[in-house]
């Protein structure tokens, strides 16, 4: 499964941004979805995730700011109050093993 990821940037503390994970040819109403993150130098981490059900879990550090969304063939992870330690590589996956190229995300002070 190919996942692709689009809507990442470069943006100001504060902004938003809204990242965008689909798989042409695939739904995903059927299956866990979630985004992960990784900093320089530091583990790949957990974001948020939505389950077939519509439930949505967050990290603390986003919990707040970002919200996940999906409509059948695209998830969405809409970020808020953006601050330079959300400056990452956003990850989409799906189903807990499929993974997207990834998306870069910058915010500046």
């Known amino acids: 499964v190919q996942l692709v990821e689009s809507g990442g940037g470069l943006v100001q503390a504060g902004d938003s941004l809204r990242l965008s994970c689909s798989a042409p040819?695939?739904?995903?109403?059927?299956?866990?979805m979630a985004w992960y993150r990784q900093a320089p130098g530091k583990q790949r981490e957990f974001v948020a995730r939505?389950?077939?059900?519509?439930t949505t879990s967050y990290a603390d550090s986003v919990k707040g700011r970002f919200t996940i969304s999906r409509d059948g063939v695209k998830v969405v992870l809409q970020m808020n109050s953006l601050k330079p330690e959300d400056t990452a590589v956003y990850y989409c996956?799906?189903?807990?093993?499929?993974w997207g190229q990834g998306t870069q995300v910058t915010v500046s002070s």
């Open positions: 040819g695939r739904s995903f109403s059927r299956y866990a």
């Open positions: 996956n799906s189903g807990g093993t499929f």
């Open positions: 939505i389950r077939s059900s519509g």
